[in-house]
Each structure stands twice: as structure tokens, then as C-alpha cells.
């Protein structure tokens, strides 16, 4: 206990406030608010696909199942309707990004945020790569608006969003319309100089940055930032350390997904887009090129929430003869079953529990290694499919593989080993409350 409670103190003084400034920093937080309020689009792109080659497709999983293509000879017909979507959705992530980074900023800074964001839409585009011509035609390559776009759009939404922000309070800079003009007109000229100086300055920067740099600020930076970030988090190292470190924030009880989440998504964006466009191209996971990424957390380690708690609770009630842990296992179930564990996490708790924090941090590891090895060997595809996080356990390592059976049973066999190795340590429980009864005990017939 002694030691626990030093590392309670070395922690509180180093880990904690580093972390509390993270969830506070304006910028981390308008890049993780950002992906969160862009993530039910992407979402539904995932899932249209998933609909499209699970349902629609004569071979997809469901479609056999429930023979489908029996009942309805034409279904396949309707992929044609629905393969679009993913031009709406994770396509055009990029400009879902910028729009939403520079608003979000805009906001803390108690700016206009919509002018703020249209404002970064269209600087984004001032140092898009020129036009493409062929045949006599214009086109503008999408090459950039999608995935690989993530980080320019990441950089000009902060910078957009700072400059408007800081010059549109700028009293000199307001043009005030009088009164009767109405209120949509005096807002856009209150804004209209920031705008002006915003755009000429971005403008002068490209034109600088292709003198020296033919291939022009998207490629500088993907190549320079953004392509080693992906490998980096393309290696089940990173991916490991990453969930160590989202656990250990829990310990502490700081939020720990939402710590991390802009430096997850910016790591792991690319590679589930290019994932998720090569089962819209191939309609199967075997072969995505990323077969590491985040996914693999959430398939395979995070059944329950965070520390696979999940195996937490059906150790719970297995072998805990502990009252409150009984009655706030079956207050947690249902929500467990979700993979929501705040209940679990504040109510036995699992925050600095100098016994149980150790499997907590330890189990999603060796789970991400079980996945990671599945997947490695062949025994499984990639996750490549996205799936809501409040999906049921080993269904999202089911769904995110598009309906491989030996995926669903990988699954099972994690939440068995998050059971085991959580088992000890739930009797390791059981024997303090028993050690501190009999200690209570002896002390009373010595009193």
C-alpha cells in the first residue's frame, strides 16, 4: 500500500495535470471534437457499405443466410444506388475536418464560427493543387478532399481559425452596418476585412511554397508529416502503448479515450479510410492494406468499455463473494453490454484500485496481440468495416470483417482470456476484505 500510494503522488503531480491540460487545450480539443462531430457521417458511409456487400451482394454473409437472392433475384441491382455514398462521406473527410477545426476554435475564442469555418473551407481550397487538364477540360483531383487531405485540413483549420478569431475582434477591421440592414448582411461585413487578409495570405504562402516546392503544400506535408504518422500508427507497437497509456489515464480517472482521441484519429484516420475504400472497391476485408489499426482495439480488447471490463464483470460473478462488487456487477451489466463502464469504473471502483488496475491496464494488451496475431497469420481478415463502438463485444470484430465466423469465435476466446486473467485478482479482492475483517476483529477482542 505504501507503494501505491507513492506512485498515487508521482502521478498526481506529473501524469494528472498533464493530462487535464490536454482535455483543456483548445487546439486538442477542437481536433478531437472535430473527428467526433465528422464520425456519424463516416459512419454511415461504413455501414452503407457494409449493407451493400453483407445484403445486397449475392455473396455476402446475410444474403446467404437468409437467402436472399432467392426471394429477390434482383437485390444486387440496388449496390448501384447505394456505392455513392462513400463520395458524401469519408471521401470528403478533409473538408469536414477544416470546416469543423476552425468553427471549433471560433467557439473558444467566442468568434462568428460559421463565417469562421466557411472561411477555413475556403482557404483549404486557395492551396488546393491546381487544376488538371485533360481533353480540353478542368478537373480538380479528389485526392486531397478524402483521407490524405487530413492533415493539411488539420493545419489550416487551426490557423484559419486562430487568425479569424483574433482579427475579427479587432475593432478597426468591423465594418458596422447601421441598423435597418438586416442581420445576415451586417454579419458578413463585420467579418469581411479578416476574411480579405486571411485569404491574401494564404494565397501569398502557396504561391512562396510552390516556388520552392513544385508538388505544392499537400504533398510537402503528407510526405513530411502525415505518411510517417500512419506508418507509426500502422505497427501494433503503437497500437499497444496507445491503449496502455488510454487505460493508466482511467486509473487515475481521467478519461482516457478522449485524452488521446486527436492523436488516435490523426494516426489512424488514413488507413481505416483507405481500408474501408478498398472493401467498397473489392467487397471483401482479405487484402485491406492496413492490417493494423485502431479497429483492432475495439474488436478484440474493448468488450465492455475500456480495460475489457466486460471480463471484469463475469469474474465478478463467478467467484466474488463481495456484496457491493455483486450489486454494482449487476448495475453494470446492461450498460457493460454496450461497452459503456463508467458505472464499473466509479462504483467499485476500478479507479486507483491498487488491485484491480493492473489487469485493466494488462488485459487489453494481450487482447490486441491475440487480434493482431489472427490477423497477421490469415486466420482472420482485416477489420477494415467500421462499427459503432456501442456494438456488443465480439460482434464488432464479426461486422468490422464483414461476417468472418472464425473472427466472431476469436472474439470469445479474448473475452474468455480478459475472464481469466481478471479472475485472480477478483479473489485477490475476495482475501483483503477478508484480511481486513479479521484485522478488525482481532483488534476489537484486544480492545
Known amino acids: 500500500m505504501g507503494f501505491m500510494a507513492t506512485f498515487e503522488k508521482v502521478a498526481e503531480k506529473a501524469l494528472v495535470p498533464i493530462a487535464s491540460k490536454l482535455n483543456s487545450q483548445r487546439h486538442i480539443v477542437a481536433i478531437r471534437d472535430a473527428f467526433i462531430l465528422s464520425f456519424p457521417i463516416t459512419l454511415a458511409g461504413s455501414l452503407i457499405v457494409l449493407l451493400n456487400f453483407a445484403v445486397l451482394a449475392p455473396d455476402g454473409f446475410i444474403a446467404k443466410i437468409l437467402f436472399l437472392h432467392k426471394l429477390f433475384p434482383n437485390l444486387a441491382d440496388l449496390q448501384s444506388v447505394f ?3 462513400l463520395n458524401g462521406s469519408s471521401n ?7 470546416f469543423l477545426v476552425a468553427r471549433n476554435i471560433a ?22 493543387p491546381s487544376y488538371t487538364q485533360v481533353d480540353g477540360g478542368n478537373f480538380l483531383t479528389t485526392q486531397w478532399v478524402g483521407a490524405q487531405g487530413l492533415f493539411v ?15 475579427s475582434k479587432s475593432e478597426k477591421l468591423q465594418i458596422n452596418m447601421p441598423a435597418s440592414v438586416p442581420p445576415a448582411v451586417a454579419r458578413s461585413f463585420k467579418v469581411l476585412f479578416p476574411i480579405i487578409i486571411i485569404t491574401i495570405v494564404f494565397a501569398i504562402g502557396n504561391a512562396v511554397i510552390n516556388k520552392f516546392y513544385a508538388d505544392g503544400l499537400h504533398e510537402l506535408i503528407y510526405a513530411a508529416l502525415q505518411t510517417p504518422l500512419k506508418h507509426l500508427g500502422t505497427n501494433v507497437v503503437s497500437l499497444v502503448i496507445l491503449a496502455i497509456v488510454s487505460n493508466l489515464l482511467w486509473v487515475f480517472g481521467i478519461h482516457g479515450p478522449n485524452t488521446i482521441a486527436a492523436i488516435r484519429e490523426a494516426m489512424f484516420a488514413e488507413a481505416n479510410l483507405e481500408n474501408l475504400n478498398y472493401v467498397a472497391a473489392h467487397g471483401s476485408a482479405w487484402g485491406a492494406p492496413y492490417p493494423v489499426t485502431w479497429a483492432i482495439n475495439d474488436a478484440f480488447a474493448n468488450y465492455g468499455g475500456s480495460g ?7 469474474a465478478i460473478f463467478l467467484v466474488s463473494r463481495r456484496k457491493e462488487y455483486r450489486e454494482i456487477g449487476k448495475l453494470s451489466l446492461a450498460p457493460g453490454l454496450f461497452n459503456i463502464n463508467e458505472p464499473i469504473i466509479f462504483g467499485l471502483p ?22 493482431y496475431a489472427a490477423i497477421a497469420t490469415g486466420l482472420i481478415p482485416p477489420i477494415a468495416y467500421s462499427v459503432p463502438w456501442t456494438t456488443p463485444g465480439p460482434l464488432i470484430a464479426f461486422l468490422g470483417t464483414g461476417g468472418n465466423w472464425l473472427a466472431l469465435i476469436i472474439g470469445f476466446v479474448c473475452l474468455a482470456v480478459s475472464t481469466l486473467i481478471y479472475l485472480p485478482f477478483v479473489l485477490a479482492s475476495n482475501k483483503s476484505v477478508e484480511n481486513t475483517s479479521d484485522s478488525k476483529l482481532d483488534s476489537e477482542k484486544t480492545a
Open 92 to 98: 470528403i473527410l478533409s473538408m469536414f475536418i477544416v
Open 350 to 371: 476500478v479507479v486507483l484500485n491498487p488491485i484491480l488496475i493492473i489487469p485493466f491496464i494488462l488485459v487489453p494488451a494481450v487482447n490486441i496481440i491475440i487480434g
Open 308 to 314: 475489457m471490463t466486460l471480463g471484469l464483470l463475469i
Open 83 to 85: 456505392s455513392p455514398v
Open 107 to 128: 467557439i473558444s475564442l467566442k468568434s462568428d464560427e460559421l463565417l469562421c469555418g466557411l472561411t477555413a473551407l475556403s482557404t483549404f481550397f486557395i492551396i488546393y
Open 153 to 167: 485540413a488539420i493545419i489550416v483549420g487551426l490557423l484559419v481559425g486562430e487568425l479569424f478569431s483574433r482579427l
